[in-house]
T-cell receptor
Framework: KNQVEQSPQSLIILEGKNCTLQ??????????LRWYKQDTGRGPVSLTI?????NTKSNGRYTATLDADTKQSSLHITASQLSDSASYIC?????????FGAGTILRVKS | SQTIHQWPATLVQPVGSPLSLECTVE??????LYWYRQAAGRGLQLLFY??????ISSEVPQNLSASRPQDRQFILSSKKLLLSDSGFYLC????????????FGEGSRLTVL
């Protein structure tokens, strides 16, 4: 069964601190993995895309990693800002089929 | 550039009333179109997708229906809303034959009272 599991379910950190969100998947055949950021009451927006051959990809303060052997991905946020407060969703593509994680809700406090 | 518009943004409807949520995409042709529902604290649930005009696939049985009267227009409807239809509805499109990036609209918050 194709599944994407994210952890933690929610996270509270202080502004300026770093954090790492996890995504484990059992999706076959694997095409790519995306991390989306969803602000409250808005539509998700893509942060990064990882293909099978990519291990690390950065987008500003966001760095995603992918271990295709263990089927794990992480999203690392450096020097968090209040605007990073959002839900972060891991989405794995299996051809034209998409499998969504339930998301991690991140709250950055001042 | 491509854009996706979804409306209305917020809707409060009584039980038993009809529903129509509309979504249009600009700047692309023959996109794959999707309707998702997002319940609080849960992942996105695919409701319908369409690969072309008049072609609708339903992922889960429910009280809702979808139509695609034009290439870049996707409509989510119900004849009689239920309390359980409350939620956050997202329209999305995907190009490249349905394997490209998924782009979402801004969402529609539906509250059924």
């Amino acid at each position: 069964k194709n599944q994407v599991e994210q952890s933690p379910q929610s996270l509270i950190i202080l502004e300026g601190k770093n954090c790492t969100l996890q995504c484990n998947y059992t999706v076959s055949p694997f095409s790519n993995l995306r991390w989306y950021k969803q602000d409250t009451g808005r539509g998700p927006v893509s942060l990064t895309i990882m293909t099978f051959s990519e291990n690390t990809k950065s987008n500003g303060r966001y760095t995603a990693t992918l271990d295709a052997d263990t089927k794990q991905s992480s999203l690392h946020i450096t020097a968090s800002q209040l605007s990073d407060s959002a839900s972060y969703i891991c989405v794995v593509s299996a051809g034209n089929k998409l499998v969504f994680g339930a998301g991690t809700i991140l709250r950055v406090k001042s | 550039s491509q854009t996706i518009h979804q409306w209305p943004a917020t809707l409060v409807q009584p039980v038993g009333s009809p529903l129509s949520l509309e979504c249009t995409v600009e700047g692309t042709s023959n996109p794959n179109l999707y309707w998702y529902r997002q319940a609080a604290g849960r992942g996105l649930q695919l409701l319908f997708y369409s690969v072309g005009i008049g072609q609708i696939s339903s992922e889960v049985p429910q009280n809702l229906s979808a139509s695609r009267p034009q290439d870049r227009q996707f409509i989510l409807s119900s004849k009689k809303l239920l309390l359980s239809d409350s939620g956050f509805y997202l329209c999305a499109w995907r190009g490249n034959g349905g394997v490209g990036e998924l782009f979402f609209g801004e969402g529609s918050r539906l509250t059924v009272l």
